[in-house]
């Protein structure tokens, strides 16, 4: 599936006719579903790390206690990455350094809006034709929750960062492992209160992780609850890089179950 964005012409041309059109094509590539074994009770759409695919996040999650649940796990456009010195690679958005959107609260100036905007709006029109009667949620490992993270301000504020109304209403959970929030400051007084302060959100991290360094994650936790966001459980774990272990899987499952209201 592609999703192409259309850009605002240039400040200053001096001219109001004959303006060029800048657009950005995002070409998605497969998609992996696991289906429940059980009571199709809530549907979660997660989201790799950078340049890993749809198929390795179907075989993490296949193995989870979670038979209610419908996992959809989409895979990123291939795209050169900055941080990565321009190599192409399977990626959500395109992305520097981590600690200029995270350190500090960031700034939002060398974060990748439109391809941003564009992976959320992918990742709404996957939700967007579940049954009313099922909970829907996102999750993320790494960049994947990075995007996550982005939706849920999206949710919250009821717009893309282009101003482009978010389709979601009824957003259920959020989940992001090894993750960081690109920073999103200048919309955060539209965020609605009602809404960010009763969604809840799983965050978790290794203490020793030195691709996302564990301050990322604990800042970005710090920034939701002070924009608004109150049911936040971040999880820490001493000695552990960036990658997940079975008790962070474990707690994860037992999080969703709890505040899904799943079935055994």
Known sequence: MSYAQQSPPPMGSGSRTGTTTIRRSFEFGKTHVVRPKGKHQATIVWLHGLGDNGLSSSQLLESLRLPNIKWICPTAPIRPVK??????????????????SSENGGNGRDDDWEGLDASASHIANLLSTEPPNVKVGIGGFSMGGAVALYSATCYAISTYSNGIPYPLSNLNALLALSSWLPTRNKNNNNINTHRASSFPIFMAHGIADDVVLYKYGHQSAHSLFSAGFRYITFKSYEGIGHYTIPREMEELANWLASSLGLEG
């Open 83 to 100: 941080i990565l010195g321009g190599f192409p690679c399977t990626a959500w958005f395109d992305m520097g350094d981590v600690s200029s």
